[in-house]
């Protein structure tokens, strides 16, 4: 019977792993298998969309072969890819089947583009059309747009998890390719802050010269945790202009990573994040927790809620946070605890333990161990004379305080 049991127990745990391998992918991985879309797999690591993917439980992408990839990489920045690409990830699961059975046809379905709020309007819905003859068609949703891509063949599935297909041609929504794409230099923080709502943060960044650490860090990559004005304002907030400027440097440093890390990204982090404060002598960095959609951080003194993006744009990205960061190298110290002082003999007499109870007869008599004491001349350690003693020395230091306090004699 115990046997079964065993058997039973094995096989429900193999059962609920390979349950928990259906629920995962990594869109990377799979397409390292299909040498064709290697254009299109190196620029989801780019624009860090692959993130993204990884964390979404039901999703289509629609890949493009490297011919195709080429042509359109060659001719735009790295944020308007992103953005065209994430058009090409669809928040729902099509395989080649369900494509072919689209009621009335033709339906409108949302993609990453729009999912993340860069998209303008309705910009980042697609139409899927399945047309005569067999062939399905994908454009922009937007009116008057035309389908100038069709499904050309299935590549991978994970049923009801992730499809992957291919299409002819990129979907180009209207304005897409013609979006603005500063370079990095052109990226005004402080414009970019107080319009968020941060303009404590950002004043703190002036005055303090961090602003230029902020600047030259852009093009390489950035990614800025900015703090709210009311976060400024919340309680137990300690008193920052009390800080060094080494510290104030520090603690503004702490609030940004060199690197570009948009949310999708923040998802998968399992590793601590280093900051711009990060170095030799402390590690100044921060822990990452996800619960569904949400990001938090925690510096080790506390806690804050990642907002949606206020700016993306490879390779920079700027959140408002709920919370100042505060780095447990600065505000995490316990103050050290006073040293213990040695023991100190007492003056009085220590107490003596009595042994155990011995029989009458073994115990000696007092009046045959010793005479018995002068009348006159009873030691002054002995019991009786001991409260008498104690009280004297109170009554003593007491009259003494007293006389300290009013200059006496």
């Given at each position: 019977?115990?046997?079964v ?15 928990i391998a259906a ?14 879309y ?21 999703i ?16 735009h ?25 689209i009621?009335k ?28 003859g ?26 009801y ?53 902020y ?70 960095d921060?822990?990452v927790?996800?619960?569904?959609d ?12 990642v ?33 213990v ?13 009595s ?25 002054g ?13 109170s009554?003593?230091?007491?009259a ?10």
């Amino acid at each position: 019977m115990m046997g079964v049991l065993h058997t039973l127990s094995l096989f429900l745990f193999m059962l609920s792993l390979v349950a928990i391998a259906a629920n995962a992918h990594n869109i990377t991985a799979i397409l390292e298998g299909f040498p064709d879309y290697s254009v299109y797999n190196s620029f989801l690591t780019q624009t860090k969309l692959a993130d993204e993917i990884n964390t979404r439980e039901t999703i289509t992408c629609l890949v493009l072969n490297n011919g195709a990839m080429s042509t359109l990489t060659a001719k735009h920045p790295l944020s308007v890819v992103k953005n065209l690409l994430s058009l090409h990830v669809l928040l729902d699961y099509y395989d080649p089947q369900k494509l072919h059975q689209i009621s009335k046809g033709t339906t409108l379905t949302t993609t990453l583009y729009q999912a993340t709020g860069n998209a303008p309007g309705n910009l980042g819905f697609v139409n899927i059309t399945d047309l005569q003859g067999g062939k399905v068609g994908f454009g922009s949703a937007i009116p008057g747009s035309k389908l100038d891509s069709s499904y050309t063949k299935s590549v991978k599935q994970i049923p009801y998890n992730i499809s992957i297909l291919e299409i002819s041609a990129p979907i180009i929504a209207p304005g897409i390719l013609t979006a603005p794409a500063p370079s990095a230099s052109d990226v005004n923080i402080t414009g970019l802050l107080e319009k968020a709502g941060c303009k404590t943060f950002a004043s703190l960044l002036i005055s303090s010269g961090v602003l230029k650490t902020y600047e030259s860090a852009l093009d390489k990559g950035l990614t800025i945790f900015a703090p709210s004005d009311e976060a400024f304002k919340a309680e137990g907030v300690p008193d920052l202009s009390k800080l060094t400027n080494a510290d104030q440097v520090s603690l503004l440093e702490y609030h940004a990573s060199p690197e570009y890390k948009p949310k999708g990204t923040l998802k998968t982090v399992k590793d601590p994040v280093s900051t711009l404060a990060t170095n030799g002598a402390g590690k100044f960095d921060l822990t990452v927790t996800t619960a569904g959609d949400s990001v938090t951080l925690h510096t080790g003194v506390g806690s804050s809620r990642v907002a949606e993006a206020v700016y993306d744009s490879p390779p920079f990205v700027l959140f408002t946070v709920d919370n100042v960061l505060l780095p447990s190298e600065l505000f995490g110290k316990s103050p050290s605890p006073a040293p213990v002082p040695e023991p100190v003999s007492s003056p009085s007499p220590t107490p003596s333990v009595s042994p155990s109870p011995s029989p009458v007869s073994e115990a000696p008599s007092p009046l045959t161990a010793s005479p018995p004491a002068p009348p006159t001349d009873t030691p002054g350690g002995s019991p009786v004379d001991a409260p008498a003693g104690s009280s004297e020395n109170s009554t003593s230091d007491n009259a003494a305080g007293h006389c300290w306090l009013e200059r006496c004699d």
